[in-house]
């Protein structure tokens, strides 16, 4: 038994949808899986598992920022055997050609330092998404004739940031947006042998300003978690 998830043995499936919002968890479980049920809620942090086309698959929160994420994902892989995560979630458009609704696929991840610094000490380590995963969603995107963006995100420590001139430099050398969660993701994944990606959803920009009514999220997020189900179990 873990921590900060109350599963029991053979609750969790191999593959882990991960949004920051533990509702966001429950909408999609709800939304794309047959016969979800509830598995977690210790915290608050909800988790369900159910079947996409036969397969298993759960959804589960991971909160917001990478060390709440660092925790849920560190227990999942290691006391209950996930092997592919998938962020799916919100972000904040940085380059000038993502837009609104537009869909993003991180193929690495920026940061300026995740939970796991401490044991890289003064390596600066390239997080980057599974290439199997990642040219699975590309696929499953373009099939769909999805707006997506394929390239590097910045996973920032603080919500609140003061730092325009980082911006002016992470926009120059082509940063596509900004969240809060996958570069840790990636390097967790990196550790223990699992698949990552992150396939998030651009719900507002730092650059125009612009950004989605809350009503408009829920209906512009569903294409972002039918392409994470489909790149998992694409062979």
């Known amino acids: 038994m873990s921590i900060h998830i109350g599963a029991q043995p053979g609750d969790i499936a191999e593959t882990v949808l991960l949004p920051g919002d533990p ?10 899986l047959d016969e979800p049920r509830l598995v977690n809620e210790v915290r608050g942090m909800l988790g369900y598992t159910g079947a996409w086309r036969g397969h298993p698959v759960t959804v589960h929160g991971t909160g917001m920022g990478m060390p709440s994420l660092s925790i849920y994902v560190n227990e999942l892989i290691k006391d209950f055997g996930a092997r592919t995560l998938i962020r799916i979630g919100s972000c904040g458009g940085m380059a000038p050609q993502v837009a609104l609704r537009d869909i993003v696929i991180a193929m690495t991840a920026s940061s300026i330092s995740t939970p796991s610094r401490g ?19 590309v696929a499953a995107a373009e099939a769909r004739g999805t ?8 996973s920032g420590d603080t919500f609140y940031d003061e730092r325009p001139d980082l911006m002016e430099q992470l926009v120059r050398h082509g940063t596509l947006a900004v969240e809060m969660e ?7 994944a990196a550790r223990h042998g699992c698949r990552a990606l992150a396939v998030v959803t651009v719900s507002d920009h730092l650059t125009t300003g612009e950004e989605l009514p809350a009503a ?3 209906r512009s997020f569903g294409e972002m978690v039918e392409i994470a189900l ?3 179990f694409s062979h």
């Open 216 to 218: 408009d999220r829920e």
């Open 230 to 232: 489909e790149a998992a």
């Open 147 to 154: 707006a997506v963006h394929v390239g590097g995100i910045y």
């Open 23 to 32: 509702y966001r968890a429950r909408w999609a479980a709800e939304t794309f």
């Open 182 to 188: 996958a570069a840790e993701l990636y390097t967790l």
């Open 119 to 137: 044991i890289m000490r003064e390596l600066n380590f390239a997080p980057a998404a599974d290439w199997g995963l990642l040219r699975a969603a």
